[in-house]
């Protein structure tokens, strides 16, 4: 089975801009979890999407968004770019809860 | 607030050393402990714990939980320079929302 895919991997973006990723869980997994991972603060949740609703959220501002898919595609938008916004962003989808496989992230610098 | 602390925050052994990664948790509602392993960019799942006192063993490396002493701690035996890496736990409370530590960044030496 192919993994999680997520594109692009690599972004750059200046402040105050706006940024759509995309993540495409294993074939199969209806759950998709977002986290932002940065050096400091390790890894941290973001949201979750179950069958196109989000099940979960993190303790994020509203700039940062997601949905999913009826394919179990899922996007996440940050909205209006700040510098502490640069980091890697991760998906991971999983079939049975806690056990989750992660796609190899976006890193987004934002200038 | 619920969270998650791992110690050592990093730990340098030789190649052939037995090392023991903590984790303690203070989670409302604790489902279960988990254990990932991340190389360069993805973790990748070692352990779910659900149960204490029962091991769980994957070749050198095994795991445990103490539901009562709100800890797990990960061994690794006869460690290779391939075992480096930084190990994540997390807890997943009773939303399935997993709570993660900051990880130890483990530096095996030839």
């Known amino acids: 089975k192919a993994g999680v895919t997520q594109t692009p991997r690599y972004l750059i973006k200046t402040r105050g801009q706006q940024v759509t990723l995309s993540c495409s869980p294993i074939s199969g997994h209806r759950s998709v979890s977002w986290y932002q991972q940065t050096p400091g603060q390790g890894l941290q949740f973001l949201f979750e999407y179950f069958s196109e609703t989000q099940r979960n959220k993190g303790n994020f501002p509203g700039r940062f968004s997601g949905r999913q898919f009826s394919n179990s595609r899922s996007e996440m938008n940050v909205s209006t770019l700040e510098l502490g916004d640069s980091a890697l962003y991760l998906c991971?989808?999983?079939?049975?809860?806690?056990?989750?496989?992660f796609g190899p992230g976006t890193r987004l610098t934002v200038t | 607030e619920d969270k998650v602390v791992q110690s050592p925050l990093s730990l340098v052994v030789h190649e052939g050393d037995t090392v023991t990664l903590n984790c303690s948790y203070e989670?409302?509602?604790?489902?279960?402990l988990l254990w990932y392993k991340q190389e360069k960019k993805a973790p990748t799942f070692l352990f779910m714990l659900t149960s204490s006192g029962i091991e769980k063993k994957s070749g050198r490396l095994s795991s445990i939980l103490d539901k009562k002493e709100l800890f797990s701690i990960l061994n690794i035996t006869a460690t290779q320079t391939g075992d480096s890496a930084i190990y994540l736990c997390?807890?997943?409370?009773?939303?399935?929302?997993?709570?993660w530590g900051a990880g130890t960044k483990l530096i095996i030496k030839p």
């Open positions: 997390a807890d997943m409370d009773s939303n399935y929302q997993l709570i």
């Open positions: 989670v409302t509602n604790f489902r279960s």
């Open positions: 991971a989808s999983s079939l049975r809860m806690g056990e989750q496989y």
